[in-house]
Structure formats: structure tokens, C-alpha cells
């Protein structure tokens, strides 16, 4: 079946516009408390926690009524990383999490992200229940007067995250004598970031930690590196790391204004995990986009690369198949499932940092693992209602980039799963890819205008 409202990452869109409005909201919260009000015999509960947007407000209040109104409790974290959200949802007991985010996007847009009680992003088959529900009757979710759920804030949750990411950290280790650059991206982690990193002692210096309700991702966090490493240079730190603006992603840069995207940081932890004994079943699940170089150098490793398709979910679906403990992608997040059930990137961020300090060496001297194979990405955003991949003449061309390709690269077009975007990747020798990457996007632009 086809989902309506949820996507690859729950449900997200532009604000106020379907599938993003405070019915939809409403509706959402309704049916998520009706399938998760299995046990009549006790009171249920949900958290929930939002990044920066002026919008979070509007989705929140309408969630809350949702939730409410169908007999769940409701505590309310404020502004708070997704992975924070996932992890104090188990904390707490409760019966599933909430995170209002649009990750990376823009702040026009807005986004619902569900957990269950394990923390861990809802299946296919649960959200297909839930929007069953939302286009079905609500009343058929609507409590009695004496049985309506309670709200209330949870002011501690920022502490309570900010000492379970500390507790991944060696407990016999400090940052003292690192100057660290902490790009928040203006976003869920702007608290909790700078303090993380401060009490382990580094010497920080935070930028973009003034949410204005606008400013998140605005060339910024690990969608924008360029400023984080402008001020890793202009403030000769050590290292900079950029969360987005849910901060599960995480982007590095190194001492010479280096950046280093998700698939050096898998291989760094990789190495590390498998020679301390600690990697399980010496494989690393990333996704299709991960570089051909991370590939050989894993092979080099003993290790096995298992790949999925795109989307930090399916990566975690994977990894929780197969017993692995190490995952990701190359845009930054960065799964760890000892520590968390999703991307965290401050959790990673402590891992990278723990090496760092141990080897006594430079960033640009740790962090560049393998050398990567030659690869383009180019994003392409199209027209609202436009379906340029089902254009003959895209098709066309990706046949003939494929065709030219052959066995001397790698190809993939897709569609992105939360923004009017298609992503256009290829890999081998730069003079091919170049080529094929062009001629689809000048397809695409075509297809898009007619």
C-alpha cells in the first residue's frame, strides 16, 4: 500500500500546507494514541520534543490536543535533539515518542517523526495502521470526560540527555586542551552541544547556537560546513563538528579547514571497534550513496560493507536484522546502537573525539582513513507537482549515462523522501561521471519546464 501522509522519515512538508497543517496534527495524534492505547487497565504516555522552528509551536499545541483528547498523558520536552527524544521516551516509560523536526530542511518546512516504546522509528506496518486511523472516524478515538490525558513541561530533559551522551565518553578521559568549533545549526542542540562539550573540559567555541525561529540550517550545520570551517581556521582550533538541525547528522572538520563527511567517520570507528574487540559481526551497514573507497578499505579491514537503500531507517532495520552495532551514511548520521536507536551526533561526536585524544595526533592526520573514490552528488530541486523521473527523456539519459558508465562506475538517481529534491550520484573515473551527472540534470531541468 501507498502511504499518504508518512514518508521515508515520518511525515514532513512545508508548513501549512498538506500534509503539514494542524489538522493533519491533530488527526496524527489521535490515531497514534488510539493504536498505542493497547492496555485499558493503565494510563498511557508520550513525549514529545521539537527542534527550533517558529512553526513547532503550532504543530506541538496540536499534537498535544491530539494526544490528549484520545486519553494519553503528554510530556513535553521542548527544543531537544531526535536522539534525545528517542532515548528518554525509553527512559521515561512511555508508550512512544514524538520529535517535530524537519532535520535539514529549511525552516518552512516541518516534520513528525514517531518512536515506539523501545526508541526505535515505527515500522512500515505500524504507520500504515496509524494513517488508517487518521482517514477513519475519530470519534472512534475520543476518551471519556474522566479519562482525557494531562500535559505538562519537563524542564530537566536537556540534563538528563546531556548526562547520558557524557556517560558514552571513557569516564578516565577529558577534552582539556582541545579547541573545539560547535556548529548547532540553530538548532535542537544548541543548549545541549556546547554544554556536552564544555564540561568534558574542551576549550569551545560555539557558533550558531541563536535560534531565532528562522535561522535554522540557514548556511549552517552539517548541510553547510563552509562557515564551521571558515571559524575552525579564524579561531586555529583543533576540530569543528556540525550537527543539523535535529542533530542526528554529524559533519567533521579537521585543524586545516578539511571537511569530513559520514563515510570517514564510519571508518575511523570501524577500525577502532574491530581492533578493540568491539564490532559486531565485523560488518558496517551503510547505504547505497557510501563511497567505493569506504568499501576497499573495509574490505582491507576484514570487514564486510552491507548496504541498504537510502534513509538512515532502513540503515537501523538492517542493523537490527543482522545483531550489527555499527551504521550510517555518508551525510553524517551516524548509528551506533550500543549507545542509541538512531543517528546521534553528538554521541558520535564523543566517539571521533575519544580517538582523537588517544592517538595524540592531529585531526587531518586520524580522520582521513581511506582515500575516496571520485563521486558527484548534485541535487536538483523541481517544481511543486512536477514528476520529472517519469519523463521518457530522463529516462533516456540516465540509460545512456548508465550505458556509458558501464562496469567503470556507479550510478543513482532518486527521489528524495522529505523535499522536492532528486539526487543525482555517480562514481568512477571524473571525466565519466561529470558527463552522465550533467546530461541528467539537463534532462531534468528539460522534463521539469515542460
Request: proline share 4%; charged share 25%.
Amino acid at each position: 500500500m501507498i502511504k499518504r501522509y508518512f514518508g521515508t522519515d515520518g511525515v514532513r512538508g512545508t508548513t501549512n500546507r498538506f500534509p503539514m497543517t494542524a489538522e493533519t496534527a491533530l488527526r496524527l495524534g489521535m490515531a497514534a494514541a488510539r493504536y498505542f492505547r493497547r492496555d485499558a487497565s493503565r494510563r498511557h504516555s508520550v513525549v514529545i520534543g521539537k527542534d527550533t522552528r517558529l512553526s513547532g509551536y503550532m504543530i506541538e499545541s496540536a499534537l498535544v490536543s491530539g494526544f490528549t483528547s484520545a486519553g494519553m498523558d503528554v510530556f513535553q520536552f521542548g527544543p531537544l535533539p531526535t536522539p534525545g527524544v528517542a532515548t528518554l521516551t525509553r527512559s521515561l516509560r512511555a508508550d512512544m515518542g514524538v520529535m517535530i523536526t524537519a532535520s535539514h530542511n529549511p525552516y518552512e518546512d516541518n516534520g513528525i517523526k514517531l518512536f515506539g516504546p523501545d526508541g526505535f522509528k515505527l515500522s512500515d506496518a505500524a504507520e500504515l495502521e496509524i494513517e488508517s486511523y487518521m482517514d477513519g472516524d475519530m470519534n472512534e478515538a475520543l476518551a471519556e470526560p474522566a479519562d482525557l490525558g494531562r500535559a505538562q513541561r519537563v524542564d530537566d530533559c536537556q540534563a538528563r540527555y546531556t548526562e547520558i551522551v557524557k556517560a558514552t565518553f571513557p569516564r578516565q578521559m577529558r577534552l582539556s586542551g582541545l579547541r573545539i568549533v560547535v556548529d548547532s545549526a540553530n538548532g535542537a542542540a544548541y543548549k545541549v552541544a556546547p554544554n556536552v562539550l564544555w564540561e568534558l573540559g574542551a576549550d569551545l567555541i560555539p557558533i550558531n547556537n541563536k535560534p531565532n525561529g528562522f535561522n535554522i540550517n540557514e548556511d549552517c550545520g552539517a548541510v553547510s560546513p563552509q562557515g564551521l570551517a571558515e571559524n575552525v581556521l579564524r579561531y586555529r582550533a583543533d576540530i569543528g563538528l556540525a550537527l543539523d538541525g535535529d542533530a542526528d547528522r554529524l559533519i567533521v572538520c579537521d585543524e586545516t579547514g578539511h571537511i569530513i563527511d559520514g563515510d570517514q567517520l564510519i571508518a575511523l570507528i570501524a577500525r577502532a571497534w574491530k581492533r578493540a574487540g568491539l564490532l559486531a559481526t565485523d560488518t558496517v551497514v551503510t547505504t547505497q550513496m557510501s563511497n567505493l573507497g569506504l568499501e576497499r578499505f573495509l574490505e582491507k579491514e576484514g570487514l564486510k560493507l552491507d548496504r541498504t537503500q537510502v534513509g538512515d531507517r532502513y540503515v537501523v532495520e538492517r542493523m537490527r536484522e543482522t545483531g550489527a552495532n555499527l551504521g550510517g551514511e555518508q551525510s553524517g548520521h551516524i548509528v551506533l546502537t550500543d549507545y542509541a536507536t538512531t543517528g546521534d551526533g553528538l554521541i558520535a561526536a564523543l566517539q571521533v573525539l575519544a580517538l582523537l585524544v588517544e592517538s595524540g595526533k592531529k585531526a587531518s592526520e586520524l580522520l582521513r582513513v581511506f582515500e575516496p573514490a571520485p563521486q558527484i552528488l548534485k541535487n536538483y530541486r523541481y517544481s511543486e507537482g512536477s514528476q520529472p523521473l517519469d519523463s521518457d527523456r530522463v529516462k533516456a539519459a540516465i540509460g545512456e549515462a548508465e550505458a556509458e558508465l558501464g562496469t567503470r562506475g556507479r550510478l543513482l538517481v532518486r527521489k528524495s523522501g522529505t523535499e522536492p529534491v532528486i539526487r543525482v550520484m555517480a562514481e568512477g573515473e571524473r571525466k565519466l561521471i561529470s558527463r552522465a551527472v550533467e546530461q541528467i540534470l539537463a534532462a531534468l531541468r528539460e522534463a521539469d519546464a515542460s
